[in-house]
Structure formats: structure tokens, C-alpha cells
């Protein structure tokens, strides 16, 4: 009995220590107002970085334990550069799974997120929003780190965040 509970234990004891090295979320996505009024998704991974999976999901209501009615993911890996895109219209080249409406739905929350997971160098770029945040934006505006700012604060925010 002693032996099970010392390997129980261990196991547990292993698995806090790895957790407590996870990625760190940092503000390196968010969403701008287009000239037409469209929302665009900015990521802007650290420098030269490689990122995975960025992906957008949305549910209905402030709780993020509901279900994902709308939003996209994609599968891919090793993505290279800044992106910057029609919130619902990923590049092509991603090849995203679309599920639900593609716009913003009333009452909505939304989380655009991707990774970049590397030992000892591993971050989420991340934007969480709802549909009346990106409704209030003006064009030039951008949503990100929970605030309305301007795009080349954005851009000074996610650099200063690397």
C-alpha cells in the first residue's frame, strides 16, 4: 500500500512540476477595425519565431465552458511571419475547419489564440473579446490585452511583450 501511494506520490508530484513550466499567454493577437468595417485578426509571433495552431472560438454568453458555436482551427504547424486577415477568413494556405456563422454573433465571446511551443521558450499569442468590443472599434483601432488602442501601440505592445 505504502509503495502504490509513494508512486502515486511521484507522478503527482512530476506533473506539477512540468505544469508550472507552461507556456506564458502574451498579447500578441488582437483584432482591428477595417476601413469597411470588417474585423481583421493580427498575430504577430516574437520575431523569427515559428507558431501552430491558431485557431478563433466563439460561445454564446460570458462563461467559456459552453460550447464553441462559431470560429475556426487550424491543424498546421510550423507558420513563419505576422498575419493579418479578415477575422473569419483565414489565409487559405491554413486550410482552417470552419464551424458555426462566420461574423460576429450578438452576445457572443471569442478567444483568438496560437502557440509557439518550444522548451524553455514557449508562448500563446492570445485576444479575448466579445462582439461588442469589436463593434465599438473605429477603423485604425485594434482590440487586444483586454483594451481599445491604437494600431501602432498594438504593434509596440506585442514587441515590448517578446
Not at 23 to 37: F, S
Not at 140 to 161: I, N, P
Request: glycine content about 14%; some cysteine; proline content about 6%.
Amino acid at each position: 500500500m505504502r509503495r502504490a501511494g509513494a508512486a502515486v506520490a511521484g507522478v503527482v508530484g512530476g506533473v506539477l512540476m512540468l505544469s508550472g513550466c507552461g507556456a506564458v499567454d502574451l498579447p500578441l493577437a488582437g483584432v482591428r477595425a477595417g476601413a469597411d468595417g470588417v474585423p481583421y485578426a493580427l498575430i504577430r509571433p516574437c520575431g523569427d519565431d515559428e507558431y501552430m495552431k491558431p485557431w478563433l472560438d466563439g460561445w454564446a454568453g460570458a462563461a467559456e465552458d459552453g460550447p464553441s458555436t462559431t470560429g475556426w482551427g487550424v491543424k498546421r504547424e510550423n507558420l513563419h511571419g505576422d498575419a493579418d486577415f479578415p477575422l473569419f477568413s483565414p489565409p487559405a494556405d491554413w486550410k482552417a475547419r470552419h464551424r458555426g456563422a462566420q461574423r460576429l454573433l450578438p452576445e457572443h465571446h471569442y478567444s483568438l489564440t496560437f502557440g509557439h511551443y518550444i522548451v524553455g521558450d514557449s508562448y500563446n499569442g492570445i485576444a479575448d473579446f466579445s462582439t461588442e468590443d469589436i463593434e465599438k472599434l473605429k477603423p485604425g483601432q485594434v482590440w487586444a490585452d483586454g483594451r481599445v488602442m491604437s494600431r501602432a501601440a498594438f504593434e509596440k505592445l506585442a514587441a515590448d511583450s517578446c
